[in-house]
């Protein structure tokens, strides 16, 4: 499953893996930070407390961030276009069912993701010391 998602080698997988969770590593921070100040507004009765919304938007993008790839590698399909190929009715139906199952999926695969790539950094830390 690993090799399907992520790549065919370790260190393929690494490299895959690492951009992806430096990436949603960053969007953690920046969705915190948005918290964070959102509070602060609040608090002073700011129109800056509306970046708390901004919050959603950031983790909805991570989830399909993580799931696109995961719908493409298990349902191959790769592009908006092949999904309308057909008839324009199933293929709507077939995007909204793809959307949720992105969804749900996202957070399945940032999941492993992560601690794949955990375990990943820890075999080769452990590697190099010997």
Do not use: H, P
């Amino acid at each position: 499953m690993f090799r399907k998602l992520y790549g065919e080698t370790d260190e393929d997988q690494l490299f895959y893996l690492g951009k992806k969770v430096k990436t949603t590593v960053i969007a953690l921070v920046i969705g915190i930070a948005c918290v964070i100040i959102g509070l602060i507004g609040e608090r002073l009765n700011n129109e800056i407390a509306g970046v708390m919304g901004f919050v959603g938007l950031i983790y909805v993008i991570m989830v399909y961030y993580w799931g696109w790839g995961f719908m493409k590698a298990f349902f191959g399909y790769v592009t908006i276009g092949s999904i309308f190929s057909g008839n324009v009715v199933i293929g709507v139906i077939i995007f909204i069912a793809y959307v949720f199952l992105g969804a749900f999926f996202g957070i399945f695969n940032a999941f492993i993701g992560v601690l794949r790539y955990i375990y990943l950094r820890v075999k080769y830390k452990n590697r190099s010391e010997e």
